[in-house]
């Protein structure tokens, strides 16, 4: 009887030796994202299990990580952080939280900094970081952090978005404003915020948690108030907090001025840009990519992001017509065997796939609540 004890011990140490060593750890994550992916498959319906079985197949690598694109059939080196907030922002919508757990877990093991900021992008495969930030991504992070939380109720996740939002106010702002981003590399960070990156919705929750973002939600909003001065239908891209200056471009991409419209968020405001999207509709019955400021397209090109993007601005104001308008447009970019993208030239971006998938759960969401 001793000797089976003295046994069992032995494989238990040695069980516990193997799983100390990182590689294996890493793709035991990795299995665990396989696993809980083919579980949301089996409980969706469609369009939403043809867009996880994408991704599934063709997005995600042994560790589980995201890469960021597929062109001609392969999967490209990076992985961003911005793919796995979008995945956790999905798995939040659908109350998935196995999903959203093994998501946290893989983004939390290799984009959390030792200095306890979010690198913005890694190498998958020699998990090399790139040293610097991404504003947006880092919030939206920290934002469903706090919202799975709420929805959870496991205190880690509040514990996590509180330290990370305390050092996106360490790193992360300037003059007591948000900024783009920090370079780990040059200690620097930017002196300048891109409109889009300004969700004042996320700001709002995170300041409910974290004192320090109060102040930082107030100034992002003065940013945005402002920029509606100097509005001619489309809006400044970027304000320099040094200059106190905002930034206008000679051409507006048209994914930004939709988010910059959603950070607004009151239909008044942004009725010169709606207008402009309707007068686009009506006369050439589709949206470009982007335009001159002057209101003249700067390329003919469509994208299944732009009309993604327009389908959830509408959304948020609760203009249901036209954001179905908008998601039927995104139909056509999608084909049988592939997600969203050129499936001619077989180039997809994760970004699209998972931004179909929060549309898709939040225009259902939409529904129960009305």
């Known amino acids: 009887m001793v000797k089976g004890y003295v046994y069992s011990i032995v494989i238990l140490l040695i069980i516990v030796f193997i799983f100390s060593f990182s590689p294996v750890r890493d793709y035991l994550l990795g299995y665990r ?10 409980n969706s319906i469609t369009p939403e299990k043809d867009i996880l079985s994408f991704i599934k197949k063709s997005f995600i690598d042994s560790r589980g990580l995201i890469g960021s694109e ?3 059939d392969n999967l490209m080196e990076y992985s961003l952080l911005e793919s796995m907030g979008q995945l956790m922002e999905y798995a939040l919508i659908k109350k998935n939280g196995r999903l959203f757990d093994i998501t946290w877990r893989i ?26 930030t991404s504003l947006l991504d880092s919030l939206r992070i920290v934002y469903s952090l706090i919202r799975a939380y709420e929805t959870f109720t ?6 996590d978005g509180i330290y990370i939002a305390e050092n996106i106010i360490r790193f992360n702002t300037y003059n007591n404003y948000l900024v783009d981003y920090f370079d780990g590399r040059t200690e620097n960070s930017s002196r300048s915020i891109s409109l889009f990156y ?9 300041s409910q948690y974290v004192p320090g973002f109060k102040a930082l939600y107030g100034g992002s909003k003065k940013i945005l108030e402002g920029a509606l001065k100097i509005s001619s239908g489309f809006f400044p891209t970027e304000y320099n907090i040094s200059s106190d200056r905002y930034y206008i471009p000679s051409k507006v991409n048209m994914i930004e001025q939709a988010y910059i419209a959603m950070n607004i968020g009151d239909y008044n405001s942004i009725k010169p840009f709606v207008s402009f999207i309707d007068r686009e509709i009506e006369e050439r019955g589709k949206i470009c990519n982007s335009y001159y400021w002057s209101g003249k397209e700067a390329t003919v090109d469509e994208s299944p992001g732009v009309y993604m993007s ?17 998601f039927s447009k995104i139909q056509r970019f ?20 998972l931004k179909a998938l929060i549309l898709l759960a939040s225009i259902k969401e939409y529904d129960i609540i009305e």
Request: overall charge positive; glycine content about 4%; proline content about 1%.
């Open 70 to 72: 597929v062109r001609n």
């Open 107 to 132: 983004t939390k093991r290799y984009f959390l900094s030792p200095r306890g900021y979010l690198y913005w992008r890694i190498n998958r495969r020699t998990l090399s970081r790139d040293d610097s």
């Open 198 to 206: 300004l969700n004042l919705k996320m700001l709002s929750k995170i």
């Open 310 to 326: 327009l389908s959830l601005l509408f959304l948020n104001l609760g203009v249901r017509e036209r954001a179905d308008m908008f």
């Open 154 to 159: 496991d205190e880690r996740y509040l514990k």
């Open 334 to 353: 999608k084909s049988e065997d592939y997600g969203f993208g050129d499936y001619k030239n077989r180039d997809f971006y994760v970004f699209d796939q």
């Open 33 to 42: 994202m396989q696993k809980t992916l083919e579980e949301a498959i089996e």
